[in-house]
């Protein structure tokens, strides 16, 4: 079999759900004969046709109200948003009114929709082009947050999304949407969501990260496993709602944890994170969680990006300070 | 100077439709439809229509039900859309619509529930498909393109029938980006959608002539490329008539249309304001000299279809149901606590266990 790679995983998975059921329609902006500013939905016009793949006229607010009125209708809109940087005029359509439809009517109406957006920085573009926004989406109430992190759980957790009943944002990361290849069967199996992948098995400390800064991650703990350091990688994928059972049961083992994000530190998904491991799992820290983050800065033009993006050196540095300071009290 | 010799490429026209005049005068021949039993019928629908109104502003100012935004002047419109849309048709209404609501089924109770901060008003028992109000405005009618997407699609591909989605808005709708982006998206994609503004000459405290330099609404059709179309919406008979005349367009295959129904707010925006702040009262005295139920009532009167038996008769039926309606409505045991997580999404994630069962402990 083929080996593919995560924008590839995108591609089949659209094309497996849109083969095994009928209401479920592509569009968004060049999604058709261009297939995608990535590619993403490339051959797709071809095989199920333009009134099941459509280009849109340019307008975002649109794109993502249409789709709640499809859904509505009993149909699986996917709408896709060219980067994270243009879903801004889309957010009154997706917090006013997707998340909400189904408690808003009492369960008579419910909309699953699928949003997709290539999200994140690293790849050389344009200003707005490299946006990390994720926390917008996570305190919205009614959604779902998914983003995917290899290949297989490209396409596992897209079937779940386009399957699920409510709403989902699916932010692919579009810095590794090449970076791997992989092995992933056409089996129309979908991976479950609200569940975090251990992606790393480690005794000495835990690393929760997402998205594109997992490949940093899982280097650090390459490197720091060199150092003698066993890290435990934790990839959250649903980051709301968030499974921080397989977070506090990594904590039993390693007593120790950083959260490593692309997006800005304040009011970013860590510190949620680190509120729950400090509702939850106190007791076990022996030193006080960290966060490896973007700066609280606009995200700059990309000759500065790599100094805005968590890099190994950053996260194991902050794996070392959170360790020295576990060791200091003598634990 | 210098001035350019330009060549004409494009002109346009904006018509405007009206069959009953403001003294209840008829100003060409009546359509099919106007017979005496469905004008009877609008009447009734629209006094009933006032009657939940005005019913709703007292028990607001009584603290029984929330702000409310009374559709005072502008049964006409609502019961027009309602009466010119199939039942199978979807509705995607802005929240001042309760003559429309009336008409397309929705009980009393559950308008008052609505507007009584209680979400299972939204929960239709008939027009299960309609979509709930939409308080910020002009997103409805974004929904109803999808919605109409949605049923052009099933109708080519799924072997369902033709049906048609209709949204309305306001005056202020149409300075947004969401009624543009619809209506340009239903031309471009020739979906079955009509969208009909209530122009009610206000938006909040701003007047329509300075919600936007266009000389009329409808003719903000053109940008989009289809047609566009003002009636008088204080005459129940042309706003039918336009709506009808769109919906069957639609659902014909001939794409979207914009009507603009000119109509006249003839009462607070909602119950939390005070127009005498903004409008003169000359404005107000001589926009009821225009208002669609005396206008319809002369009408009948004159045509020997109405007289003040009658009038008796329909409000001692139309008080009767609408205080069943009230009844139902205070009867209507309070929602449970934890129903604010039972619909947020179709199975509660694990992740919220704990905060449900705080609410259902009370702690
Ligand atoms: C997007 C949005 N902005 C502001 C408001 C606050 N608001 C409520 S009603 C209203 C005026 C709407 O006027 P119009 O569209 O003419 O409808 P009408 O109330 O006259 O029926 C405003 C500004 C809102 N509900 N939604």
Redesign the pocket.
């Known amino acids: 079999m083929a080996e593919i790679t995560l924008v590839q995983a995108v591609t089949q998975a659209l094309a497996h759900e849109m083969q095994a059921d009928p209401r479920v329609i592509v569009y968004g902006e060049d999604v058709g004969i261009n297939g995608g500013v990535f590619r993403a939905t490339e051959g797709l016009q071809e095989r199920f046709g333009s009134a099941r793949v459509l280009d849109t006229p340019l307008a975002e607010t649109m794109i993502a109200g249409i789709a709640v009125g499809m859904a509505v209708q009993g149909l699986r809109p996917v709408a896709e948003f060219q980067f994270m940087g243009f879903i801004y005029p889309a957010l009154?359509h997706i917090l006013s009114h997707a998340g909400r439809f189904r408690n808003r009517t009492r369960g008579r109406l419910s909309c699953p929709i699928v949003y997709r957006a290539p999200y994140g920085g690293g790849i050389h573009a344009p200003e707005h082009h490299s946006e990390s926004t994720e926390a917008l989406f996570a305190h919205i109430p009614g959604l779902r947050l998914v983003v995917p992190s290899s290949p297989a759980r490209a396409y596992g957790l897209l079937l779940a999304a386009i399957r699920d009943p409510d709403p989902v944002i699916f932010l692919e990361p579009k810095r590794i949407y090449r970076a791997v290849r992989q092995e992933v069967p056409d089996s129309g199996q979908a991976l479950p969501l609200d569940c975090a992948f251990v992606l790393r098995e480690g005794s000495d400390i835990t690393l929760i990260a997402w998205g594109a800064a997992l490949k940093e991650t899982l280097e650090a703990a390459e490197l720091l496993a060199a150092d003698g350091i066993q890290a435990e990688v934790i990839d959250p994928a649903t980051l709301k709602p968030l499974d921080i059972h397989t977070i506090i049961d990594s904590l039993e083992k390693t007593h120790c944890c950083v959260v490593i994000h692309e997006a800005a530190r304040f009011c970013g998904l860590g510190a949620e994170v680190v509120a729950q491991i400090n509702e939850y799992a106190f007791d076990l820290l022996e030193a006080p969680v960290q966060r490896v983050t973007g700066y609280d800065t606009v995200m700059p033009y990309y000759q500065l990006e790599a100094e805005y993006l968590p890099g190994v050196a950053r996260i194991v540095a902050a794996v070392k300070e959170v360790r020295d300071y576990a060791k200091g009290r003598g634990l | 100077m210098h001035k350019p010799r330009m060549q004409p490429l494009a002109s346009f026209d904006i018509a405007s439709l009206q069959y009953l005049d403001e003294r209840g005068q008829t100003t060409q021949t009546l359509p099919d439809f106007a017979t005496p039993d469905s004008l009877i019928a609008h009447y009734r629908q629209m006094s009933l229509a006032r009657m939940v109104d005005g019913r709703a502003v007292k028990m607001q100012r009584t603290g029984q039900l929330g702000t409310y935004?009374s559709?005072l002047g502008?049964e006409a419109i609502g019961v027009g859309v309602g009466a010119a849309m199939g039942e199978e048709d979807v509705y995607c209404p802005?929240?001042?619509e309760t003559g429309a609501l009336l008409e397309r089924g929705v009980a009393i109770e559950e308008i008052y529930a609505i507007w009584g901060g209680d979400e299972r008003g939204q929960n239709f028992r008939h027009a299960r498909e309609d979509l709930p109000l939409s308080?910020?405005?002009?997103?409805q009618i974004l929904h109803g393109a999808g919605v109409a997407f949605a049923l052009k699609y099933k109708n080519a591909h799924l072997n369902e029938p033709a049906r048609v989605a209709v949204a309305s808005?306001?005056?202020?709708?149409?300075s947004?980006g969401d009624f543009y982006e619809a209506i340009n998206l239903a031309g471009d994609w020739k979906l079955p959608l009509v969208v009909v503004i209530?122009?009610?000459?206000?938006?909040?405290s701003?007047p329509r002539s300075e919600?936007t330099a266009c000389k009329t609404l409808a003719q903000k059709a053109i940008a989009a490329g289809i047609p566009g179309l003002q009636v008088d919406g204080n005459d129940v008979i042309a706003v039918r008539q336009a709506v009808s005349d769109a919906v069957v367009l639609a659902r014909n295959g001939g794409g979207p249309s914009l009507i603009e129904a000119v109509s006249y707010?003839l009462c607070d925006?909602?119950t939390a304001d005070d127009a005498s702040r903004y409008q003169s009262e000359e404005t107000l005295r001589a926009a009821w000299s225009r208002e669609p139920l005396v206008r319809l009532r002369t009408y009948l009167d004159g045509a020997g279809l109405w007289g003040d038996n009658q009038e008796e008769e329909l409000q001692r039926e139309l008080t009767q149901i609408l205080e069943q309606g009230v009844r139902n409505y205070r009867e209507t045991p309070r929602d449970a606590a934890t129903a604010m997580f039972d619909h947020l999404y179709a199975t509660l994630p694990e992740a919220f266990l704990e905060q449900y069962q705080q609410l259902q402990g009370g702690d």
Do not use: E, K
């Open positions: 009154d | 935004p559709s502008q802005n929240y001042r308080v910020p405005i002009a997103t808005g306001g005056d202020g709708a149409t947004r209530n122009n009610n000459q206000w938006a909040i701003l919600q707010r925006h909602t």
